[in-house]
């Protein structure tokens, strides 16, 4: 005995000893009983339950600064300069539950009871920067200057998780109750800067004898698969009532910022003639930003007469940095290739290049500022009910609800310019933003009722909504490319491109049956569904020449922008009632 005083009352008095033998009279007469029920010794009506919960969290986050940086230095040499960083940050993650509750006493009543759920947030917050600042003199090269900054980082996430009820008593009344929910937040918010700024009010001068890049990009990847299933089944006597409820939602969101600039410098660079190796060069050793045009008879990888650049040569080192001294790092050894078997089309290694040296009709692009993204979310959330009841001289009611939501947004800035300073090219000029983002999202409610009864009824509703954007309504997708508060821009040809071509595929679907039998009594059956889809694109893309002075071409001058942008939506719903009464 406890005393009451536990629970905010005074204390519990003693059974007598009368009291005591009772209950062990009672309790015997209990335990003989084929229905304990009933027994003798207890009249109120036994009751069992069951249930049981199941679930999966994965919290995971990365926060990276890749930075590649000169800063306040002079810079003169004879070979090439390159200032590299690459970010290859990936969550690959997978949380799953399962619930299980079954109860098969006989009894006055009986229920189970069931929940499942699975939880994963995921986050990726990293800076990749590809720097020289501030120099305090000019800088002058001999041969390339190269300026490269490029992130991969991905996403890749499952969760998944189910709940399921059962209960079976044949004598008396019977409830099963199975719920699940699936919730998948994933964030990729990652800047990728690349640029020779001087904050200075003396200009720079920063001279090449070889072509001069500077390019940013960005290729972020969210794949997400969310999807969960409740099952619910009661069979009794008396009344008889199953539910089933599931929910499924993916949250997707990248938000990244992709520059590619010169700020406040003259650039000049001095090459006209193109170099590049051809894939029947055999082995060769590579620097980053060497180009391979492809031959006729490459069979390996790579369209034939395209011009590849070099793009991952930290890579391709597959150095341990933490053992090398400082003196070692003079003595690294680029990394080698047989051209004859390298497959081009591998985008991780080699950058198709061939719009650009097409548009300088073989001729070197003696300047590049370049900036593209090409973000993508590949959004999958699916959520299955099934509940089925029948009682075989009650009342028997069934429910089933399932939802599915998909949410995703791609939002941020890719921007290539040059502004303050003067350019000059003996070759091309090209100054290029471009975006690729792309969404596709797929979202699906399906929910099954049954019920057999004297009186039965069955709801079932199924639906579906995706909602994907690519910019918002107050922050719009922006891509720049231009050239500003130059006194002089001179080149052979100057072509200043932004170009958008943004893409949305969603599908959304729901279905919902419901099917009731009843005899000598009333059956009804509801069924609905609804598939939901809404999509927006807002983009800002501009290209210009601003406040340039002087501005001198022997060829073309090629301002351009073009927005390709598309959406590809379907919804589709489908409900079937079902009902039948002998009565």
Not at 418 to 433: E, K, Y
Request: glycine share 10%.
């Amino acid at each position: 005995w406890l005393p009451g005083s536990l629970f905010g009352g005074s204390a519990c008095a003693a059974p007598t000893e009368d009291q005591i033998a009772d209950q062990a009279e009672s309790t015997q007469n209990d335990f003989n009983s084929e229905n304990p029920s009933q027994s003798e010794g207890n009249t109120s009506p036994s009751t069992t339950m069951a249930a049981a919960a199941a679930g999966a969290l994965s919290l995971n986050d990365i926060d990276v600064d890749a930075i590649a940086l000169i800063s306040e230095s002079t810079i003169k040499l004879s070979g090439a300069l390159i200032v590299s960083a690459r970010d290859n940050s990936e969550i690959d993650v997978d949380a799953g539950a399962g619930a299980l509750s079954v109860n098969l006493a006989k009894s006055s009543s009986s229920g189970a009871a069931s929940i499942g759920f699975s939880v994963a947030i995921n986050e990726i917050d990293n800076d990749v920067s590809a720097l020289i600042k501030d120099p305090v003199g000019d800088i002058i090269v001999g041969e390339n200057i190269i300026l490269d900054a490029e992130s991969r980082t991905k996403i890749e996430n499952i969760a998944v998780s189910g709940s399921a009820s059962v209960t079976n008593n044949s004598d008396g009344k019977t409830v099963s109750i199975a719920g699940v929910v699936s919730w998948s937040d994933n964030l990729i918010d990652n800047d990728i800067e690349t640029g020779i700024v001087n904050s200075s009010d003396q200009k720079i001068n920063v001279h090449s004898a070889g072509y001069i890049s500077i390019e940013a990009r960005d290729n972020a990847t969210i794949k997400v698969d969310a999807g969960g299933i409740a099952i619910g089944l009661a069979k009794g006597s008396g009344f008889t009532g199953s539910a089933a409820v599931g929910a499924s939602v993916a949250n997707n969101e990248i938000d990244n910022s992709t520059k590619a600039y010169a700020q406040n410098v003259n650039l000049t660079s001095t090459a006209s003639e193109l170099e590049y190796l051809t894939s029947s060069s055999g082995k060769k050793s590579l620097q980053l930003g060497d180009i391979v045009k492809v031959s006729s008879d490459h069979s390996a990888g790579g369209t034939v007469g395209g011009y590849y650049r070099y793009i991952s040569f930290v890579e391709d080192l597959d150095i341990n940095y933490k053992e090398l001294d400082s003196y070692t790092y003079n003595l690294i050894e680029p990394p080698q290739f047989d051209l004859s078997t390298e497959n081009f089309s591998k985008t991780s290694r080699w950058l198709d290049i061939t719009d650009e040296v097409t548009k300088q009709d073989g001729q070197a692009l003696g300047i590049l500022i370049s900036s593209t993204n090409s973000s993508t979310i590949d959004s999958l959330s699916i959520s299955g009910t099934a509940a089925a009841s029948k009682s075989s001289d009650g009342t028997s009611l069934t429910l089933s609800l399932a939802g599915a939501f998909a949410y995703n947004t791609i939002k941020g800035e890719t921007l290539a310019y040059s502004t303050g300073g003067d350019i000059s090219s003996a070759s091309g000029l090209a100054v290029n933003a471009a975006d690729t983002s792309k969404i596709n999202a797929d979202a699906g409610g399906v929910a099954l009722a049954a019920s057999m009864g004297k009186s039965s009824g069955a709801l079932s509703v199924g639906f579906s909504e995706s909602r994907n954007n690519i910019g918002t309504d107050t922050e719009r997708h922006t891509v720049l490319a231009y050239i500003s508060d130059s006194e002089l821009i001179q080149a052979e040809r100057i072509d200043i491109e932004a170009n958008a071509a943004s893409t949305i595929e969603a599908l959304s679907f729901s279905g919902a049956l419901a099917a009731t039998s009843g005899k000598d009594g009333a059956a009804g059956s509801f069924t609905g569904s609804g598939a939901a889809s809404y999509n927006k694109i807002y983009s800002n893309v501009e290209s210009y020449i601003e406040n340039g002075q002087n501005v001198q071409s022997t060829g073309d001058i090629n301002i351009k922008v073009e927005d390709s942008s598309s959406i590809d939506a379907n919804a589709i719903g489908a409900s079937v009632a079902l009902s039948s009464s002998s009565g």
